[in-house]
C-alpha cells in the first residue's frame, strides 16, 4: 500500500519495522512454492509477478504489532521488530497464497487478459493448468498454515476460503439479475473479499496474543476492523473496474458489467432512476453484457445522473468509519494510527 | 468396493464394523457441507451424487483398525467399534471431501459430460460454478480437517492435496507427448493418485497410534501400502478408460486418448511395435486427439497385438503385490486380510 499511503514522519518508524518483516514474508512464500519439477516451478516463478500491494500480509503484520501491548511503550526499532515472530510471517504468506489463488482462479472465470500489467496465466497456458495451478497454490497456503504448532490458524483460513467460495457461488447465481439488491451486494462482499482480509487481520493478533485469544477483545476488534476495511476495499474495487482504465487499474476492467455482475454504484442507479431511464439503462446493461461497450459511456452518465457514484463513495466511507470505529478498543499506538491511514487509503486509492 | 469383493465369511464381522462406521463419515460430511444458502445447498446435495466407491474413507477406517494392537484379539463386535473413534470418521470424510474437489475440477478440465451415470456439475451449471463448487469442497475439507485436535492431519492433507496437484501439473505439461516413458508415466501416478490414497492410509493409523506416531513401522507400512495400491488402482482406471464401455464404467470413456494423455497401455505398446505399427499408431492417436474415435478400434487391436495389455496388467499386479508385501509388517488380522483382498480387488474391477 506504501504508493497510496502517505506516510507523517512520525509513523516512519512502525512502517519501517513492517517492511523489515517483509522479506522474510516473500521468502517463506517462495520456499513453499519451490518444485522439484522444473515446468512448475517455472509457473510459479511466473505468477509471483501477481503479488500486487500485499494488502493481507501487511495487515497481519501491523495487526501483530498494534495489538501487542508493548508496542506502543518501546522506543528502540529493534525491539520493536522482535514482537514479529516467523508465525506472523507465515500467516502473511498463507494469506496472500490464498489470495492468489483465487486471482489465478477469477482469471479463468473471468477470461481476463491482463493482470499486473502482463499476460495471465490462462492466456499463457490455458485455463486447465490455470484451474490446477490455482489449486496448488491453496493446498499448498494449507500445508504451510498447518506447519503451525495450533490447528487454530488452519481453522481460521479454511473457514474463511469456504465463505469466499460461497461469496463466489452467490455472486454467479445473481448474474445478470437486474433487480439485485443493495442487502444481498453487502452479503457477497462481505463473503467473497472481507472475510480473509478479516481472517487475515485476526490472525495478527492471534499471532502476538496466542492462539487461544479468539475471544480476547482486541483480537474481536482486529477481525472486525478487517471485515469492514474488506468491504470498503471491494466497493472501491467495483466502482475502479466500472469507471477506471486498465492503464491505471492494470488489470482488464469493465469485466463486471460483461460478466452480469451488478455493483453498487449501477444497482443504487438502478434504484432511483426513473422508470424511462431503468429501462434505458437495463438496455445499456444487456448490451455490454453482450460484450458491445458502445453503450458505457452513455451509461455511466446516467449513473452520476442518479448521484450513484456519491452514494456509493458515501457507502464506502461508512465502512471506513466502521473499521476505524473498531480500532478505538485497542489503545493509541502508531501501529493503530497506520492502521486508521489504511482505512482512509483503500477508498483513496486509483489502483 | 463391496461389490467388488467377495467377503468370506471370516471376514464378514470386520466388513460389519466398518459398514457400521459409515453413517457416521456421511453425516460429518453431510453437516460440512450445509450451507445457509439455498442454492450452494443445492449444488452441495447434487455432488453428493458422486460419492462412488468410498474408496479413501473405507481404507481410513480399515487401516484404523488395522493397526490398533487390540483388534486381531478382540471377538466382540461391540468392543471392535469402539476401536474406531470419531477422528477416523472425520479424516474419511475428508479424504473423500477433497476427492470429490478433483473429480469436480477433473470433469471441467476434461469437458467430461457423465460421472455416476449422471450429468456433470458443469454441463448443467457451467465451469465457472463448478470451479468454484471444487474450491469449495476443498476449503471445507481443510476446515473440517483441521477441527482435530493435532496439526498433524492437516498437514498430511495439504501435502497429499499439493503433491496430486503437481502430477495433474505434470500430466498436462505431457499432454500429446507421444514418447511419453514410463517412469514419467509412474511418477505422474504416484502424485495424482497414489499420494492421497496413501494419506487416507496414513491417517487412519494415525488416528489409532496417535498423531505423533508418523515414524511408527505400522504407519509407514500402511503408507506404503497405499500408496502401492493407488498406483494400481490408476493403472486399472487407464485401462477401463481406454478398453471400458461408459454404460459399464458409469462416466465418460475415452477421454484419456481424446485429451492427449498417453497411459501405460499405449505407453507400452510404441515403445514394442515395429517402426511401422509405431508411426501407423501415433497416426491413429491423432486421430483420437482430434475427436476422431474412428481410429481407436484399429488402435486397441494393435495393442493387443504387442501383448501390452497383459503387459499392463502384469505391472498393476506387481504394485498389488507390493501393497500386499508392505502389510506384512502387521500382526496377521481380519483387518490385515480385509486390506489385501481390497488390493487383489483394485485390479479385478471393471467400474
Given at each position: 500500500m506504501q504508493g497510496v499511503l502517505n506516510i507523517p514522519a512520525e509513523l516512519e518508524g512502525v512502517q519501517g519495522v513492517i517492511s523489515d518483516a517483509f522479506p522474510g514474508v516473500i521468502e517463506i512464500f517462495e520456499q513453499q512454492l519451490v518444485s522439484d519439477l522444473p515446468p512448475i516451478d517455472e509457473m510459479c516463478r511466473y505468477i509471483e509477478r501477481y503479488r500486487g500491494k500485499m494488502l493481507r500480509p501487511t495487515l497481519v503484520l501491523l495487526c501483530g504489532l498494534a495489538s501487542n501491548p508493548d508496542h506502543a511503550e518501546l522506543i528502540d526499532r529493534e525491539e520493536q521488530e522482535q514482537l514479529l515472530t516467523r508465525a506472523h510471517q507465515v500467516c502473511g504468506a498463507v494469506c496472500e497464497m490464498v489470495h492468489m489463488a483465487t486471482l489465478v482462479h477469477d482469471d479463468v472465470l473471468d477470461e481476463a487478459e491482463i493482470r499486473r500489467r502482463g499476460q495471465t496465466l490462462n492466456m499463457l497456458h490455458g485455463n486447465e493448468t490455470s484451474v490446477i495451478l490455482g489449486d496448488y497454490l491453496i493446498a499448498s497456503a494449507y500445508e504451510l498454515c498447518s506447519s503451525l504448532e495450533s490447528p487454530t490458524p488452519s481453522r481460521i483460513v479454511g473457514n474463511a476460503s469456504a465463505i469466499m467460495c460461497t461469496g463466489e457461488l452467490l455472486q454467479l447465481h445473481h448474474r445478470n439479475n437486474h433487480s439485485l439488491d443493495e442487502a444481498t451486494y453487502l452479503e457477497i462482499l462481505e463473503r467473497k473479499t472481507a472475510a480473509l482480509i478479516g481472517a487475515a487481520c485476526e490472525l495478527g493478533a492471534l499471532c502476538t496474543l496466542g492462539f487461544d485469544e479468539r475471544e480476547h477483545p482486541v483480537t474481536q476488534a482486529l477481525l472486525a476492523y478487517g471485515r469492514a476495511m474488506g468491504v470498503a476495499f471491494q466497493i472501491q474495487d467495483d466502482v475502479l473496474d466500472l469507471m477506471g482504465s486498465e492503464e491505471q487499474v492494470g488489470k482488464s476492467v469493465g469485466k463486471d458489467l460483461e460478466k452480469g455482475k451488478l455493483t453498487y454504484p449501477l444497482i443504487h442507479h438502478l434504484a432511483n432512476a426513473d422508470a424511462d431511464q431503468t429501462l434505458r439503462s437495463i438496455e445499456l446493461v444487456r448490451l455490454a453484457e453482450n460484450n458491445d461497450r458502445s453503450g458505457v459511456p452513455e451509461l455511466i452518465e446516467a449513473i452520476r445522473g442518479t448521484g450513484s457514484i456519491e452514494a456509493t463513495q458515501s457507502l464506502a466511507a461508512s465502512y471506513v468509519e466502521k473499521a476505524k470505529g473498531a480500532l478505538?478498543?485497542?489503545?493509541?499506538s502508531p501501529g493503530r494510527r497506520l492502521l486508521e491511514l489504511m482505512a482512509d487509503a483503500v477508498i483513496r486509492r486509483s489502483y
Open positions: 478505538l478498543e485497542l489503545p493509541d
